[in-house]
T-cell receptor, first 115, second 114 residues
Framework: AQKVTQAQTEISVVEKEDVTLDCVYE???????LFWYKQPPSGELVFLIR??????QNEISGRYSWNFQKSTSSFNFTITASQVVDSAVYFC????????????FGKGTKLTVNP | ETGVTQTPRHLVMGMTNKKSLKCEQH?????MYWYKQSAKKPLELMFV???????ENNSVPSRFSPECPNSSHLFLHLHTLQPEDSALYLC?????????????FGSGTRLTVV
């Protein structure tokens, strides 16, 4: 069975602090895809990144960075120098290769960045 | 604006009512999905449509009935719902051969069953 665990339910930081959101996944497949989405108060989920299981290279996009480690089945997300606009719920998700197109989501981590 | 539009944004309905949620996309994607987001629970996949054909029904009660009349529209027909069906219902689309961009979600319909 596929499962995504985001152990941090809520995190609160002060602006300019760095914050890491944890994501641990479970799957028996060797080929799979991992995603991060941001859900602001407006409701829609905004795509942030997609990673396939064969690409363990870490990625940086501006203030965002992702650390993918297959050895620990983790795909953690770090925001550097957080800003108030980063306040949202962040979801990690997993999808198998082929077959069903469905995404399996974690429960999400609510991030609040205070001024 | 994501290219996936859901209406209405908010809906309050009684348990005996019949209503429909609408999802419209202008992205040319071939796959469309309904997800349910309840408080303190993971997003739950409800239905998947590929090329207008339903390819997955994730054990959803029959009081939820999806319809995909064309590649741009997806509906979720609701009847005799229960209070526990109150949730945010999200529509998503994807293009299977171009999923480097992930799935595109609408803003959702906030449903309250009274």
């Amino acid at each position: 069975a596929q499962k995504v665990t985001q152990a941090q339910t809520e995190i609160s930081v002060v602006e300019k602090e760095d914050v890491t959101l944890d994501c641990v996944y479970e799957t028996r497949d060797t080929t799979y895809y991992l995603f991060w989405y941001k859900q602001p108060p407006s409701g829609e989920l905004v795509f942030l990144i997609r990673r396939n299981s064969f690409d363990e290279q870490n990625e940086i996009s501006g203030r965002y960075s992702w650390n993918f480690q297959k050895s620990t089945s983790s795909f953690n997300f770090t925001i550097t120098a957080s800003q108030v606009v980063d306040s949202a719920v962040y979801f990690c998700a997993l999808r198998m290769e082929g077959g069903s197109e469905k995404l399996v989501f974690g429960k999400g981590t609510k991030l609040t960045v205070n001024p | 604006e994501t290219g996936v539009t859901q209406t209405p944004r908010h809906l309050v309905m009684g348990m005996t009512n019949k209503k429909s949620l609408k999802c419209e996309q202008h992205l040319g994607h071939n796959a469309m999905y309904w997800y349910k987001q309840s408080a303190k629970k993971p997003l739950e996949l409800m239905f998947v449509y590929n090329f207008k054909e339903q390819t997955e029904n994730n054990s959803v009660p029959s009081r939820f009935s999806p319809e995909c009349p064309n590649s741009s529209h997806l509906f979720l027909h609701l009847h005799t719902l229960q209070p526990e069906d109150s949730a945010l219902y999200l529509c998503a689309t994807s293009q299977p051969d171009r999923e480097i961009y992930g799935y595109t979600f609408g803003s959702g319909t906030r449903l309250t069953v009274v």
